[in-house]
């Protein structure tokens, strides 16, 4: 009984006191909460050993953010399914933390957990441009067991540019995300994407819902059509809505209908609602005024996410998950994500999990078709925001993207969201790792170009440049003007924080730091195209390059070039090049092998074939500084084509513990096969951009304890 049999116990001592806490780490972006917020909170709370959910709460209220790391919620209300039979009840007050950085990531003490429970959690996630989103993904290391949404926004109110708040304001077209699990439960679980249209006189105008429920189409996408709705402002900014059912649809079927409350952003760019008895959360976000194309979503956006679906990482069973997380997106449609992603039933902790992916959109701004994914995404905002959707069958998701605010800075900047994996490009908010070989972007950080000579360990100073991560000097290997690249020390290892703080010296001028969240490893593997998407960067047993010209065939050994894999043993100096005899392994290699904790997939998508590889080596690359080498045998059922290459890394103490898991390179493999024996399945079908394989099945029947229903 993880969850709420401690939370019931403290719930029944009464209502919670306002508590002094203080929210640590990064602080300098907390002035950008600073008024009074909307909020709307998903927390599904219990489940089943099938992984449906039994019990939800959802609440909404007032969130007065103080601009100094500290709020208080004095006026809200919630609704829980498994208590005084789903009625609206009072959310006690009241007041909490927040700790927000100078790139907008951060994290919050949940409030409607601390209201009811007593009980602290963290929502993490970030703030931008008005808004808050984000989820609680590591509450399974503070002994509880939960998923949520949670989202906040600004709300216009009256003001002398706005005197009266009327029907009038509310003149915007809005493509509009919602998740609702109806009645608290999964059974009748919809997700739905549509472009809500106000006409600023209390009309609606037709609304072409398209999305999915468990009722209809055995969870497949559906398409319903709804004329006649209503709105109404009220004075303080509330928007009543009025939706009808769609045509020849019941009630119980229909996508989105019935009465809905909802809030318009102060800047007019994002609505926020819910039904006030429902378990539901609508967001949207203003449509774009230009034709969207590639460049529509450039640079870094940071994403939360609620999931509910068949997950291959649960033994193909339905369960809960939800991620915070960022996005590179390099204005031709190719992204890089990265998810710290949880399931409360299927893993022990949250793990962090990296992919490409790919959108084509529409000229109105939605997508072409589905993304890696599966997901259904609208972009608005100017390009800086999207809502998305799951459009994959028996998949239901609300998926909330805010483009990183945008920073500079004079004399030496560090960009807060420029630290990146040097192979993968994964974003800002992956962890860092030992041993890892990062860049760093930004200006003014070196007086000229200059790189390490080959074959000697990398130095800790070039230049007069010095970088330190945690206050250690690291390895550097690259400067320049506006790019470093270095080694992220092994004593990270040791950090009891779980936060990594970098900063760059330029011959005596400092420049500002930044904080990332820090990991034991994430792979990172390099590729021709040298921003993480593409093929590999891999070696034929004769030292020839796997090419399209030249692909890999199934049977044979290659070699692959990467960075993230942590510690190794024998330990080597910071920077120094990795010794030869004895080889230096990885320790997320080398401690669980061969019992499973690391762990690579050949996803052969076009032909349907998932298979694990035989690994041999995974260590430090001999005579190379800065690089790890893999040595995987290529299975000999996958191609001809092009297949994904993943590396799921596991703890070896925990077969539940998933480290890290990346899946965003490819590899082009031939049609001739040798006559190697082929290596065994790996079991469940993997979906790209979501889990590993059949990495670290959970049986059902080993599932963790049920959350019990709580006693209010």
């Known amino acids: 009984m993880r969850l709420l049999s401690k939370l019931a116990v403290l ?14 780490g990064d ?53 829980d399914n498994m208590t005084s039979k789903g009625a609206v009840q009072t959310l006690p007050a009241v007041s909490g933390c927040y700790a927000i950085g100078a790139n907008g990531t951060g994290y919050m003490v949940n409030p409607v957990i601390q209201a009811l429970y007593n009980t602290v959690v963290y929502d993490y996630g ?46 915007s077209s809005y493509w509009t995300g919602v998740i609702d699990y109806t009645s608290g439960i999964n059974s009748n679980i919809k997700n739905a994407l549509f472009n809500l249209v106000p006409n600023g006189a209390g009309g609606l105008g037709a609304l072409t819902i398209n999305g999915q429920s468990a009722l209809q189409n ?50 007019g760019n994002f609505i926020l609602g819910w039904s006030s008895t429902g378990y539901d959360i609508i967001f949207g976000v203003r449509t774009l005024t230009n034709p969207a194309d590639q460049t529509t979503l450039t640079g870094t956006y940071y994403t939360s996410a609620l999931e509910l679906g068949i997950q291959a990482f649960c033994a193909g069973a339905s369960t809960v998950d939800a991620y915070s997380g960022s996005m590179n997106a390099d204005g031709t449609g190719n992204e890089v994500v990265a998810e710290r992603l949880w399931s409360p039933l299927c893993l022990d902790g949250a793990y962090d999990y990296t992919a490409d992916d790919y959108t084509q959109f529409n000229t109105d701004g939605t997508l072409a078709f589905t993304d890696f994914a599966g997901n259904l995404f609208a972009a608005g905002d100017g390009g800086n925001a999207f809502v998305g959707v799951s459009g994959s069958s028996q998949f239901y998701s609300l998926v909330v993207g805010l483009k990183a605010p945008s920073t500079t800075g004079s004399g ?27 860049t760093l972007f930004g200006t003014g950080l070196a007086p000229a170009t200059l790189v390490s000579v080959g074959g000697s360990a990398f130095p800790t100073s070039l230049g007069g ?30 950090s009891s924080s779980g936060l990594a703080l970098v900063q760059v ?30 093929y590999a960067i891999a070696l034929h047993p004769d030292g020839s390059f796997v090419s399209q010209s030249n692909p890999a065939k199934g049977g044979e050994t290659l070699s692959f070039y990467m960075t993230g894999l942590g510690t190794v043993t024998p330990t080597v100096t910071d920077g120094s090049l990795g010794p030869a005899n004895p080889l230096s392994y990885a320790d997320s290699y ?75 390179v490819q590899l082009p493999v031939g049609s001739a096969k040798s006559a190697a024996v082929p290596v065994a399945r790996g079991g469940a079908k993997p979906s790209k951009g979501r889990a590993p394989g059949s990495l670290h099945l959970r049986p059902l029947g080993s599932a963790k304890p049920k959350l019990v229903p709580s006693q209010q």
Not at 28 to 53: C, E, H, M, Q, W
Not at 511 to 534: H, R
């Open 218 to 267: 055995s969870g497949g996408p559906v398409t319903q059509n709804s004329t006649g709705g209503t709105y109404t402002v009220a004075s303080d900014g509330t928007i009543a809505l009025s939706v009808a059912a769609p045509t020849g649809v019941s009630t119980v079927n229909s996508l989105f209908t019935g009465s809905k409350t909802m809030y318009m952003s102060s800047d």
């Open 590 to 664: 080398t401690a669980g092998y061969p019992v499973g904790s690391f762990i690579v997939y050949f996803n052969d998508y076009n032909n349907e074939v998932f298979d694990s590889a035989t690994v041999s080596y995974a260590g430090l690359a001999p005579g190379l500084a800065g690089l790890y080498q893999m040595n995987v045998q290529v299975p000999t059922d996958v191609g001809p084509g092009d297949v994904y290459v993943e590396v799921a890394i596991g703890d070896p103490n925990d077969p539940y513990l998933v480290y890290s898991d990346v899946n965003q």
């Open 27 to 79: 602080t300098s972006g907390n002035s950008t909460l600073k008024a009074s917020y909307r909020f709307r909170n998903v927390i599904p709370l219990n489940f089943d050993n099938n992984g449906n959910v039994t019990e939800t709460v959802a609440a909404s209220g007032v969130i007065v953010f103080n601009g100094a790391g500290g709020y208080s919620v004095t006026s809200g209300s919630y609704v």
């Open 505 to 534: 010296n330029n011959n005596g001028q400092l420049s500002n730091t930044v904080t990332l969240y820090s990991g034991p490893a994430l792979a990172g593997l390099f590729t021709q195209n040298q921003n993480g998407i593409g």
């Open 412 to 438: 030496v900047f560090l960009s807060p969201t420029g630290v990146v994996n040097a192979a993968s490009f994964a974003p800002i908010t992956a962890p860092l790792v030992p041993g890892e070989l990062i």
């Open 126 to 171: 970030a703030a931008s441009q008005g808004v808050f989103s984000g989820s609680m993904t590591e509450t399974a290391n503070a002994g509880v067991g939960i998923v949520d949404i949670f989202v906040a926004i600004s709300p216009i109110i009256a003001n002398p540019v706005t005197p009266t708040l009327n029907n009038a304001i509310f003149n």
């Open 465 to 494: 440049v010095q970088v330190t991560i945690n206050q250690v000097l690291a390895p550097i290997y690259y400067v320049s003007k506006t790019q470093i690249s270095v080694i992220v020390p092994y004593g990270l290892a040791s």
């Open 11 to 24: 719930a029944m001592f009464g209502t919670p006191a306002l508590f002094a806490l203080t929210c640590t």
